[in-house]
């Protein structure tokens, strides 16, 4: 039987990710050019989560895990395979970048999100979503499945909360999608803007009800749950896409905004404001 937990501490990632990644601190992770997909900006980020082990994680392509995730993946071996290496000693040595296996190129210009969903698209499970970006499956195993649906209820796509560790999150969209060949299935694919907003069913569904306005899933449900005279509406993508959020379902409405206690999110509210006057 493999200890998996004593071969993690006795193999620090960060000692083993640098055997094949250059690596540069910043602030308290390291940062470098992703090993698992192809890119001119660093987003491949090793980081102390939690637990208190390293985790990796990237946030073009979204490749994450511990050291044997990382070996197992950049060799191209299952963890077994990965765990025998480590044991072994069987690296690179420090110093001499050994090339991972070329990545796949990038399909995903090449997907393209149905929306709404067809009636008859395969229920989604999440650890069977597929990365364009990486041209493969990947596991997601989600905190949390936000749904967006229109105002008529047809299901437009997922928002997946993925906790990373040490505070850090990622929250993909996954939509149904189309790609090369025909093929459909679902994939870590956002559409394109504007984004619809979450709660479109509820609020046509009550026309006459004030709207509170918050800003990402986990409040929308906190909002859901014990704010029931409202109806709860926020937007996809976080404040960075507020710019690009579908408003016009708010106008004419009366709205409350509540913002988080950060700076993002109460520019967010204002903007959503202005644009709502501006209209």
Not at 241 to 259: C, E
Request: charged content about 20%; proline content about 9%; some cysteine.
């Amino acid at each position: 039987m493999i200890d998996f937990a004593a071969i993690r501490n006795q193999n620090p990632l960060l000692d083993v990710v640098s055997r094949y990644v250059e690596l540069k601190r910043k602030g308290n992770s390291y940062v470098g050019l992703c090993a698992f997909h192809g890119e001119k900006t660093p987003s491949f980020t090793v980081f102390n989560s939690r637990d208190g082990l390293m985790r990796y994680h990237c946030f073009g392509c979204g490749a994450s895990g511990d050291v044997v995730d990382f070996l197992s993946e950049i060799e191209g071996v299952d963890a077994t395979e990965a765990c025998k290496r480590l044991s072994a000693g069987a690296l690179p040595h420090i110093g001499t970048f050994k090339p991972p296996i070329p990545p796949p190129p990038d399909e995903s210009s090449l997907w393209k999100p149905i929306v709404p969903v067809p009636d008859d698209a395969p229920a989604y499970d999440p650890s069977k979503t597929f990365n364009p970006i990486r041209g493969k499956i990947v596991r997601y195993q989600p905190v949390r499945t936000d749904v967006y649906r229109d105002a008529s209820g047809r299901l437009l796509c997922y928002v997946v909360r993925i906790e990373l560790g040490d505070g850090q999150k990622i929250c993909p969209t996954v939509t149904f999608c189309s790609g090369p060949g025909g093929i459909k299935q679902w994939a870590a694919k956002r559409m394109q803007p504007p984004y619809p907003l979450l709660g479109l069913d509820a609020l046509a569904a009550r026309p006459n009800d004030c709207v509170l306005l918050v800003s990402g899933e986990k409040c929308w449900q906190v909002a859901e749950q014990h704010m029931e005279n409202f109806v709860a509406i926020s937007w996809l993508g976080g404040d960075q896409a507020v710019g690009s959020a579908d408003i016009t379902p708010l106008k004419n409405r009366y709205i409350v905004y509540w913002p988080d206690a950060d700076p993002s999110s109460k520019r967010s509210m204002i903007d959503v404001h202005n644009r709502i006057g501006a209209n």
